[in-house]
Nanobody, 117 residues
Framework: QVRLVESGGGLVQTGGALRLSCAAS????????MGWHRQGPGKQRELVAT???????TYADSVKGRFTISRDNAKNTVYLQMTSLKPESTAVYYC???????????WGKGTLVTVSP
């Protein structure tokens, strides 16, 4: 059974930093592209960042230069380092794993990030 468990969320002040982690299990990780999505209050869920198995990364324009996605294949963990946080970064952040062969995208349950003004 695939599991994605996020951690590292919390309350931070504007301009602060947080590092989110996502631990994957159930036979999924090293062969899968991973990503982070978020959903802010009253907003649609949006893609934040992705990282392929080879380490190629993409970012939403709103987080470029401030957020960094990385992965540790030995630990089956993907990270999202967030810096220069803004109140509009407040959201539940979800880890995802893509399994295109099966037409699946797996989701974690999310971790809440709150950025105070």
């Amino acid at each position: 059974q695939v599991r994605l468990v996020e951690s590292g969320g919390g309350l931070v002040q504007t301009g602060g930093a947080l590092r989110l982690s996502c631990a994957a299990s159930g036979g999924i990780f090293s062969g899968n592209s991973m990503g982070w999505h978020r959903q802010g209050p009253g907003k649609q869920r949006e893609l934040v960042a992705t990282i392929t198995t080879g380490g190629t990364t993409t970012y939403a324009d709103s987080v470029k230069g401030r957020f960094t996605i990385s992965r540790d294949n030995a630990k089956n963990t993907v990270y999202l380092q967030m810096t220069s946080l803004k109140p509009e970064s407040t959201a539940v952040y979800y880890c995802t794993a893509d399994a295109p062969y099966y037409g699946m995208r797996y989701w974690g349950k999310g971790t809440l990030v709150t950025v105070s003004p």
